[in-house]
T-cell receptor
Framework: DAGVTQSPTHLIKTRGQQVTLRCSPK?????VSWYQQALGQGPQFIFQ???????QRGNFPDRFSGHQFPNYSSELNVNALLLGDSALYLC?????????????FGQGTRLTVV | AQSVTQLDSQVPVFEEAPVELRCNYS??????LFWYVQYPNQGLQLLLK??????LVKGINGFEAEFNKSQTSFHLRKPSVHISDTAEYFC??????????????FGSGTRLQVQP
């Protein structure tokens, strides 16, 4: 089992650009959540997807958007990048309703905005 | 809304000494509680979780935590640490809701530095 995989591992973008991060959930998991972890801070919840729809959202602007595909993989898109968007972006997957209480995290994508 | 406070940003300790990492939470409803560990340049790994039942929870790598409802605390302990325990530790809570689909609220983390 490959676990949760994220790509790319590192990324450098310029202010104002757009970026797409990708996540493949652990086998058998249908729910994907995204978190932003700024340097020296704890992860902050961005949003969660299951059944191909955004189900919950944290306190993040509309510049942050996402998508979930029929195979449960997910993308996080960030438009009009700001320097403050520099962070480690973590994807977590879980098996879905009534099945488990544990979220499994990927290794993250380190985004640097210059 | 729920919140988590980790009272110590850094905890230095000598190898083979005991350690306690403190976590307090705030919520008006029942919560689930978690401790995660993050090694450098890696994602988060679950150490242990409290859902219900016994207030003393045992996890991986010799760690344990005790849920104290009256003090709204969930402190992490290990009786004897190793150099390899050096990492960032995060306490997290989530509302008692739809199992398997929950958003986690994390504390700001505690850096455990184990010295030889």
């Amino acid at each position: 089992d490959a676990g949760v995989t994220q790509s790319p591992t590192h990324l450098i973008k310029t202010r104002g650009q757009q970026v797409t991060l990708r996540c493949s959930p652990k086998s058998g998991h249908d729910t994907v959540s995204w978190y932003q972890q700024a340097l020296g801070q704890g992860p902050q919840f961005i949003f969660q997807y299951y059944e191909e729809e955004e189900r919950q959202r944290g306190n993040f602007p509309d510049r942050f958007s996402g998508h979930q595909f029929p195979n449960y993989s997910s993308e996080l898109n960030v438009n009009a990048l700001l320097l403050g968007d520099s962070a480690l972006y973590l994807c977590a997957s879980s098996p879905g309703a009534g099945r488990s209480t544990e979220a499994f995290f990927g290794q993250g994508t380190r985004l640097t905005v210059v | 809304a729920q919140s988590v406070t980790q009272l110590d940003s850094q905890v230095p300790v000598f190898e083979e000494a005991p350690v306690e990492l403190r976590c307090n939470y705030s919520s008006s409803v029942s919560v689930y509680l978690f401790w995660y560990v993050q090694y450098p340049n890696q994602g988060l790994q679950l150490l242990l979780k409290y859902l219900s039942g016994s207030t003393l929870v045992k996890g991986i790598n010799g760690f344990e935590a005790e849920f104290n409802k009256s003090q709204t605390s969930f402190h992490l302990r290990k009786p004897s640490v190793h150099i390899s325990d050096t990492a960032e530790y995060f306490c997290a809570v989530t509302l008692y809701m739809d199992t398997g689909r929950r958003a986690l609220t994390f504390g700001s983390g505690t850096r455990l530095q184990v010295q030889p």
